[in-house]
């Protein structure tokens, strides 16, 4: 292992040129953040310039940086201590991977923070992150909860006919519970409650958007064309699709047998990019929604909340 490599990795990443025991948080925030998102490592003996400066009593320091973990960390993380040798030099790294038992909070100066990884920074959470972190813990998602609606109090018309189109079979009310869609009672989860005809969760909404130029500023006019949708997920995208379709170019050829579809956007690529938006965004974060922007030259869709644990690849 090269320690010079190591350190340009900021997101998976921290160093300490040594051990503040003093200022336990200084570097137990990125503990926490790192058990909070995809793991990552702290080295110490190196420098903010990136320097290799190295450790007196390396065993010495691991000893005690095992000892603040436990008792300034809750739940406590499953760490390792590694003593590494580089240029005649001894350095330790501390490894901390990815938590099971989410939020890790670091306990101390009369606070109980847990804090995230964003880039290259170690962030306290806040209120949609913990909410995050405590399904994460508990392994349930946002769409397994179970909703405050009934399945007898909306209707499914829009689920259904898609359901046959596509499997050639009428979707029974046993199918909703199969599919996690509602439990024994009838009460909807949050996955059910989206695909409602008219869903009751009223941040499920769609805003699009056909942008005069290169950019939302053009300084001619603003916009050629812009939609507000809302409702079950099924009509977003149909709306979506509809929406891109009818702001896009379609070019096609002629061939011997017919002829070939040369679209701006290919059909397939744009029902993807879609699908990804609607279904993968974060419904914890309300009063949020998907954007379709398209312009002379592409076309974005914006998806409320972010990379996993603030990753940005």
């Given at each position: ?134 399904l994460r813990g508990t392994g349930k998602t946002y769409d397994s909860l179970p909703s405050p609606y ?20 009428d979707m029974e009310e046993a199918d909703f519970v199969s599919f996690g869609l509602m439990d024994e ?129």
């Open positions: 292992m090269n320690i010079k490599k190591l350190i340009g990795e900021a997101t998976e990443y921290d160093k300490k040129v040594a051990l503040e025991e003093k200022r336990p948080k200084s570097w137990l925030k990125s503990v926490s953040a790192f058990s909070n998102g995809i793991g990552g490592a702290i080295i110490f003996g190196v420098s903010d310039d990136e320097q290799l400066i190295g450790l007196e009593n390396a065993k010495l320091i691991a000893e005690k940086i095992s000892e603040i973990v436990k008792m300034r960390l809750d739940p406590i993380p499953q760490v390792s201590l590694e003593i590494h040798q580089e240029d005649g030099k001894d350095f330790v790294i501390l490894r901390i991977p990815a938590g099971d038992e989410t939020p890790y909070y670091y306990v101390g100066d009369g606070t109980r923070t847990a804090f995230i990884r964003v880039g290259n920074e170690s962030i306290p959470a806040v209120a949609a992150d913990l909410r995050r972190l405590v009934q399945y007898k109090d909306l209707s499914f018309t829009r689920l259904r006919s898609v359901y046959r189109l596509r499997t050639g079979q009672t009838g009460t909807l989860t949050n996955a059910g409650a989206l695909l409602a005809d008219d869903s009751p969760i009223r941040h499920s909404r769609l805003f699009c958007t056909r942008w005069y130029g290169l950019d939302k500023a053009s300084g001619v006019m603003e916009a050629l064309d812009d939609k507000e949708y809302s409702g079950s997920l099924v009509s977003l995208l149909q709306y979506g699709e509809d929406f891109i379709k009818n702001n896009t170019k379609k070019r096609w050829k002629k061939t011997p047998d017919g002829r070939v579809e040369m679209p701006d956007i290919p059909e397939r690529a744009a029902l993807e990019c879609l699908v990804n938006g609607l279904i993968h965004r974060d419904y914890l974060e309300t009063g949020s929604e998907v954007h379709i922007d398209i312009y002379d030259d592409r076309m974005e869709i914006y998806s409320p909340g972010g990379m996993y644990a603030g990753t940005f690849v």
